[in-house]
Structure formats: C-alpha cells, structure tokens
Nanobody
C-alpha cells in the first residue's frame, strides 16, 4: 500500500512563504503524476499543480508565478514551494499520486493533508 506523508504546513503572514513536502513510500518514478490539491472550508478540493515523472509541471491559474512544484527522486519526495502567500491560500493541502496500470486503470493515492493558514 502506498503511503504519502505531507509536512511543512503552518501559520504564516500574508506575503510570506512555506514549503510543503510529500514523502512517498516508494519511488516517485513509479507514478505517472504527482500533485498538490487544496481544500478550503466549505469549498471543493481543487488542483494546485502537478508534476509528471518526466518533470513537467502544471499549475492552477490562481497560483502561477507564486507556487513551484519540484521533486527529489532520491528522497522519493515532492515539494510545493509557496511564495507571496495570500489569505485565500488558506486550506488543507493534500499530496496526490496518480498511477495508471498497463490496462489504463488509474489509481489515486492521497496523503492525510497539512493545514496552511495565511493571516492578513
């Protein structure tokens, strides 16, 4: 069973930075995509950004230019660097890993989530 463990959340003032980490229990090369999602109170979970096994990244418009996803394959870890944080970035952030098998069946794995709170 795949485990994803997030860390790095916390309370930060607007304009500040945080870096989230997501440690996987197996090689991140085994996944087609890894990504970060977030869910604010009363809202649906939304995509923040993704990184493919080839290192290509994609971001939601709301975080482009402020957030960066990277990976350390040796540590089986994906990071989310968040700069210029805004109060509207406050949410629980979840790490996701997508695996598509040889029959094109997708499986999503999720971390437990880490709280990010941005004060104004």
């Amino acid at each position: 069973q795949v485990q994803l463990v997030e860390s790095g959340g916390g309370l930060v003032q607007a304009g500040g930075s945080l870096r989230l980490s997501c440690a996987a229990s197996r090689s991140i090369f085994s996944f087609n995509n890894m990504g970060w999602y977030r869910q604010a109170p009363g809202k649906q979970r939304e995509l923040v950004g993704t990184i493919t096994s080839g290192g290509n990244t994609n971001y939601a418009d709301s975080v482009k230019g402020r957030f960066t996803i990277s990976s350390d394959n040796a540590k089986n870890t994906v990071y989310l660097q968040m700069n210029s944080l805004k109060p509207e970035d406050t949410a629980v952030y979840y790490c996701n890993a997508l695996y598509i098998n040889s029959k094109w069946r997708p499986t999503d794995y999720w971390g437990q989530g880490t709280q990010v709170t941005v004060s104004s």
